[in-house]
């Protein structure tokens, strides 16, 4: 079931932006040296921004992580054992765009050394052992495809089997996966009929939004977390702003769907820092833990109803 397999191995320059704002610099910046934050347009070293766990140190934006450092952020060392690492598409409509899919699956893999737009295991965090599910917004642009949705619900499943709490850290700018059509949608009820399941069970899930976090991803298994926190500044949401407000005809308000703006209305739990997140994490994990010789109260409580009709 839950193997450890090799991990594929990916050149840690391979997503970085060399500025091209002045043709002349460029010559003198070694590729792969430096990194342009996107916020405060600044030049990052890259193992300054590799040991700050690609936070800029000069404005604090959090940049993208892989799937796999994410990974390794949360997870004490050597304590990460992925499971169906072999899960892969199948291309089931046999899509034919402007690129096959079956090509674009290969670019995309190549191009990011992952199988597909997510990463399952189970962890110890902090001492505390969880499920864990990580999409990666580099993969077709972490699209809910078959693998993603079928992924996310058996470690989900396997989280309610084992009673353990199950964190899915979420960055998707593309929702569902057009290139394998209907299937595609039919994972958004998958992955949050898994999640009632493990509801039921009494047994917690701690969705973390990163930037971003957008369409199906959101309108699914995302938005369904006991506890549902964000990195700082994050883009969360269903549709972008400009299509809302051409269809509404009204100017949004200013953050709208930001981390900051969805938890000043309530949405949202906590924005944490990402260098705080994973003892903020295992703060969760151990205070909602369920001893697991026991039944949970919840299961408790239903079966002590029926018993006394
Ligand atoms: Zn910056």
């Not at 934050?37 to 890259?46: G, L, Q």
């Not at 089931?92 to 699956?105: C, R, S, W």
């Not at 699914?220 to 926190?229: E, K």
């Not at 969805?262 to 906590?270: I, R, S, T, V, Y």
């Amino acid at each position: 079931m839950a193997e450890a397999q090799p991990r594929p191995q990916v050149d840690p320059t391979e997503n970085v932006k060399i500025s091209t704002a002045k043709s002349d610099r460029k010559k003198d910046i070694p590729k792969g040296l430096w990194t342009k934050c996107d916020a405060c347009f600044d030049i990052v070293y890259n193992k300054a921004l590799e040991e700050n766990l690609r936070i800029c140190p000069k404005c604090d934006h959090h940049m993208t992580l892989g799937a796999y450092e994410r990974v390794d952020s949360l997870a004490d060392p050597k304590s990460f054992e992925e499971m169906d690492f072999e899960v892969h598409s199948i291309d089931p409509i046999k899509f034919q765009g402007p690129k096959a899919y079956v090509d674009k699956l290969e670019d995309e893999r190549a191009r990011t050394g992952l199988r597909d737009a997510v990463v399952t295991g189970t962890a110890l965090i902090e001492g505390q052992r969880a499920v864990i599910g990580v999409t990666d917004s580099r993969f077709i642009m972490g699209s809910m495809g078959s693998v993603v949705g079928e992924k996310l619900t058996r470690a989900i499943e396997l989280a309610t089997k084992k009673r353990l709490p199950v964190i899915i850290v979420s960055g998707s700018g593309g929702g569902a996966r057009m290139y394998e059509g209907a299937l595609s949608l039919m994972q958004m009820a998958k992955t949050s009929a898994a999640l009632a399941r493990h509801h039921r069970a009494g047994q917690l899930f701690i969705s973390v939004l990163t930037n971003p976090t957008m369409a199906g991803i959101m309108a699914s298994y995302a938005s369904l977390g006991d506890i549902i926190v964000a990195e700082p500044r994050a883009l969360i949401g269903f549709t972008g702003p400009r299509v809302i407000e051409q269809t509404i005809r009204q100017k949004l308000p200013d953050g709208f769907q930001t981390s900051e703006f969805l938890l000043e209305h309530g949405w949202l739990d906590q924005v944490i820092n990402r260098r705080d997140l994973k003892s903020r994490l295992a703060y969760f994990s151990a205070m909602f833990k369920k001893d697991p010789a026991k039944p949970s109260s919840r299961a408790g409580s239903s079966a002590s109803r029926k018993k006394g009709k």
